[in-house]
């Protein structure tokens, strides 16, 4: 079943991108944006968004399509930076991107009180929702935003419904498959009318993504940690510009609190930790058998050679791999954590250099409070891997709202990789000069989850995927020594 809907999916996309090159671009090439175009023809997900949207059938997409190409290429969209916008209007904070709800969907926050009604500056309105959602579209590729009307200490005045129908629009046609749903806070009585007319332009179908809440029910959607206090929340965030939203990262990063920096004594004891651990879990038999294994000096068959090269191939290429131009990243999008049940929450991060120079990174997260990163500001030479233990902080709960980024940029040969160089470089590296990738955190709720955690039966590689191997293996190599080194102690007081 699964995959004739693979199959399906494909053909729908490839018949889709056939005609609308043949029926659209030949005659309105002058129409869109030729960098659209182009996407258009490498970007499966982009199309399948608009077929989702106008559920399967060509005909209606094509429409979509056409509509939304031409509206990007009027408004620009390509192009909107920062220098697009009036400054003042970022400077007000009338609409910008903040915390998540409690699905884990990015908070896009529409300050309606901050607006007032005026022809002259629409446009440039429009140009912002349309920097945000574009800058917010490429970042996560698909990830639904949760829009949160605020309209609270809302007058007359700022009632635009020339506004809210481009919103609307924007997801209706621009941005389809984004919308998770429209939170509508603290709607005056005054508004009910024109929300009435809201829900005809949303149809029927979306009509069931809205929901209105008050401060008494608010917290149905969002938690308190991302709700500010006229809404009943403890969020202290206060929006400012100069510079942009970071995306919730916090600073300092993960050398204070909780995260910290990489500390030889306490990964010893982590890793002594976790082979006691495995070594009382396991039989005699089985110590044998895995010292066998792991034993690099210990002669080995041809049959035991053949079959250990087929394992290395099955783990040097993980399936889950972000492919960037100086890290490649391992896993691409979700961090994934045991829940509770299991009571191991460790997970794993690997980072493989792919240039001929240092690369320098660090990791910073939405909830420093929670995580220990290890390590979460070092270096990685040339060609090499570095493995970044992720754990939640003294039991603290995981949440499907936390993210967390990494940060990297190349470095000179000359330069030194100690604490004080690290800190030194990352003052004065160009921000057009840093990688950045921003991974999500997943709880596993079955009890077999389908990436590994750090004590998900290290040794067992039935049912796994290859980057289960892998990430498997990096675990044997690295416990290995510390292993041998346990059993001979366990023996010689025997």
Not at 402 to 409: G, H, K, N, S, V
Request: net charge negative; aromatic share 10%.
């Amino acid at each position: 079943m699964a995959e004739h809907h693979a199959q399906n999916k494909a053909r729908l996309i490839s018949e889709t991108r056939r005609r609308f090159e043949a029926e659209y671009v030949t005659d309105k090439s002058d129409k869109y944006d030729p960098r659209d175009v182009e996407r258009l023809q490498q970007d499966d997900n982009w199309i399948e968004s608009y077929l989702y949207w106008r559920h399967n059938v060509i005909d209606e997409t094509l429409k979509m399509l056409d509509e939304s190409f031409q509206w990007r290429k009027e408004m620009t969209v390509n192009d909107l930076t920062e220098s697009s916008i009036p400054r003042w209007l970022l400077e007000i904070g009338g609409i910008y991107l903040h915390g998540y709800d409690k699905e884990g969907n990015k908070l896009f926050w529409i300050r309606v009180k901050y607006h007032v009604k005026d022809h002259k500056t629409m446009l440039d309105k429009k140009k912002l929702i349309a920097f945000w959602l574009e800058r917010y579209a490429r970042r996560e590729n698909g990830k639904p935003v949760t829009v949160m009307f605020d309209l609270s200490e809302t007058g007359i005045n700022s009632i635009d419904m020339e506004f809210v129908r481009f919103i609307i629009n924007c997801f209706k046609v621009y941005y389809p498959k984004y919308l998770s749903k429209m939170v509508i806070f603290d709607m005056p009585w005054i508004m009910n009318a024109a929300f009435k007319i809201v829900k005809t332009w949303l149809g029927p179908e979306a009509v069931s993504l809205l929901k209105f809440a008050s401060k008494s029910d608010i917290q149905d959607y969002v938690s308190v940690e991302y709700l500010p206090p006229h809404m009943g929340g403890t969020d202290p965030f206060k929006y400012s510009y100069p510079p942009l939203v970071d995306d919730d990262f916090q600073t300092p990063l993960c050398e204070n609190g909780p995260i910290a920096s990489e500390d030889e004594a306490s990964s010893k004891e982590d890793i002594e930790s976790d082979g006691k651990e495995i070594l009382e879990a396991i039989s005699n038999e089985e110590q044998t058998a895995l010292l066998k294994k792991i034993n690099l000096t210990e002669p080995t068959s041809k049959a035991e050679e053949h079959e250990k090269d087929s394992k290395m191939k099955a783990f040097k290429k993980p399936l889950s791999v972000f492919k960037g131009p100086l890290l490649h990243i391992s896993p691409a999008e979700e961090l994934y954590f045991g829940n509770t049940e299991s009571g191991e929450k460790k997970t794993l991060i690997v980072l493989t250099n792919v240039t001929k120079n240092i690369v320098a990174f660090k990791v910073r997260t939405t909830a420093p409070e929670k995580y220990r990163v290890k390590p979460s500001n070092s270096s990685c030479d040339p060609g090499a891997s570095v493995d970044i233990v992720v754990s939640p902080h003294g039991g603290l709960t995981v949440s499907a709202q936390d993210r967390f980024l990494i940060m990297a940029a190349e470095m000179e040969q000359s330069s030194g990789t100690g604490p004080a160089e690290l800190t030194q470089f990352w003052k004065e590296v160009p921000r057009n000069k840093v990688m950045e990738h921003r991974l999500r955190c997943h709880i596993v709720e079955s009890s077999k989850p389908t990436t590994l955690t750090l004590k998900d039966n290290a040794f067992n590689i039935s049912d796994k995927t290859s980057a289960d191997i892998y990430l498997q293996e990096r675990i044997k190599i690295t416990l290995g020594s510390e292993l041998i080194r346990l059993v001979n102690l366990k023996n010689c007081r025997s």
